[in-house]
């Protein structure tokens, strides 16, 4: 906006200081929100110079993906100064965005994101546009810890005791906590830095309705937990973040730009892998071919490894268009089969359906377009205000809801939406990927109530999908089965759920805010009495979707396990030097959020691999 323009729109002139002043205040606001993701907040491109010679170098180590377990995987084993670590990314830098937690859910439906949707099914999300389920992964430096809602959870000691007793030696819980461990505890120094996870609390922006939470379930006898820790495992606790400051703190800052100046750590940013190339045993991937900035076709040569962390979608879609998978699908894709493994298989999630709650109708406080503007300086300014944080997402809880284990069978989160705040109510909305038809009844209510989002989570799903590819053209997206509520046992425990939401509803603290669920007009479920049997399971029908938990589909299981895909050293059976190292290759999804997990298995992943080249290596401790 020039002076002139300004000048323009005012009745009144300025002679010239105040003109000056509000110029200068522009140009500061510019500034700051230039200033949230400057190009060196992130690993620089080495594209260019990749373009610039005329044979490709030549990498030790190849990692495809730099999300949460690429970025980890790649700054340890970059310690080792005599390892060249190459790093090949789909996306670019993240957005502005990804660094404000306020507005986490306006990345979806973007060019930073793969916007997947699944096969249609008459058992989940018909009430969201094209009645299928929205899954968006990340596609930037961050990957999916570029977009998700920033909490960290571990997970349960059953989850991983559960993965030993599974024949997975190695990974019980006594076995991975201490690389839960390393991955958020500060090392190294200024000359010899090493990555970590910064963790922090998410200032709470909404007292009152954290207030509520916490007095609604202890008055049921859920008790608040600190930390979830083994022996804490059922409760309601303020997770913490993956933030610092009001910023987003994932692996790629913690791990990968922290430790991007070495110089055997190089990171090309657009480059989509599109083929693993074997040699003619088909034990060794010899070299990676990616097409770079959607334009040239490359190639890099693989020396020891080939690590594969693209995540649970993108990792099985690639290990199948290079002929690894099931020969009957390979087959029908006409790629020519290497190795007969069920990758693809054993796809879980944790499958959630959202309840809405109104609360404080009729009060008369009301967001206004002027607080809009107030946050957004603040933020800017300040690093103050609504957008540091998302509500009371971070407030979290974990319930077993038949009491007969101390581990959880359900997961509660929840969105808070102030009454009048229309654009956050639009962004929200638009992410979960709600149709239009229910998103005008829900928009209905917030003219005159405060809206919590409830989202109530099956941590113990039994029902698996698969993943197939839907043709041998590496742009086309695969199909995406989910097989949500295949198991009856996963909509009985969802039941519920909501029957122990209904129990808040009747609490002191719950009813001194007016809070009720909001039922929405769903054609289908109107001959059902509401809050019924019927009705319940009808509705979740309409409102059930993913937690974005995908995971499971390069399977972990001993080599004598036909499911298996990787062995318990994360290498791909039958091969000798591919490891996959992401959420892909959990037996069983934890009964928690993932991204904490998905760390983990960078971290031990990387021991594995400096144990087989240990005759070689000259790692810094």
Sequence with gaps: MTLPLLEAQCAAQSIGPF?????????????????????????????????????????DFVVVGAGSAGSVIASRLSENPNWKVLVLEAGGDPPQESEVPGVLFSLEHTNVTWNYLTEHSDKA???????????????MIGGSGG??????????????????RAGNEGWSWSDVLPYFERSVHPVGNETQPQGYVTLSAFPVNDPDIEQMIYAGTAELGIPRVHLFTEGSEIGYSNLPGTIRNGRRMSPSKGHLANVAKRPNLQVIKNAQVTKLNFDESGKNVRSVSFILRNERKMRVSVGRELVLSAGAI????LLMLSGVGSAAHLKKMQIPTLHDLPVGDNLNDHVQFVTFL?????????????DGFDNTYNYLMHRRGPLISHGVASLTGFINTLKNSPYPDVEFHHFILRRGDFAGLQIFLRGLNINDYFRAQIRSVLENADIL????ILATPKSTGHIRLRSADYRDPPILTHNYFSEPEDMATLMRAIRFQEQLLQTAAYRAMN???????????????????DYWRCYIKYFSCTTYHQSGTVKMAPETDETSCVNPRLRLRGMDNVRVVDASIMPRVPSANTNA?????????????????????????
């Design 19 to 59: 003109n000056s002043m509000v110029s200068a205040l522009l140009q500061a606001l510019l500034a700051a929100q230039c200033a949230i993701s400057p190009p060196e907040l992130w690993p620089p491109d080495y594209a260019n110079a990749l373009l610039g010679r005329a044979a490709p170098d030549k990498y």
């Design 125 to 139: 999300c018909q009430g969201f546009v094209e009645r299928r389920c929205y899954w968006p992964r990340g596609k």
């Design 147 to 164: 977009v998700n809602g920033m909490l960290y959870v571990r997970g349960h000691r059953g989850d991983y005791d559960n993965w030993a």
């Design 314 to 317: 993108e990792s099985p879609k």
């Design 358 to 370: 109104k609360l404080n109708e009729g009060v008369a406080y009301k967001l206004t377009p002027q």
């Design 453 to 456: 989002g409830m989202f109530n």
């Design 515 to 533: 809070a009720s669920l909001i039922h929405p007009i769903i054609e289908e479920c109107a001959d059902f009495e509401t809050q019924s049997d």
């Design 597 to 621: 997990a998905t760390v983990m298995i960078a971290e031990k992943a990387a021991d594995l691999i400096r144990e087989d080249w240990q005759d070689e290596c000259e790692c810094m401790h």
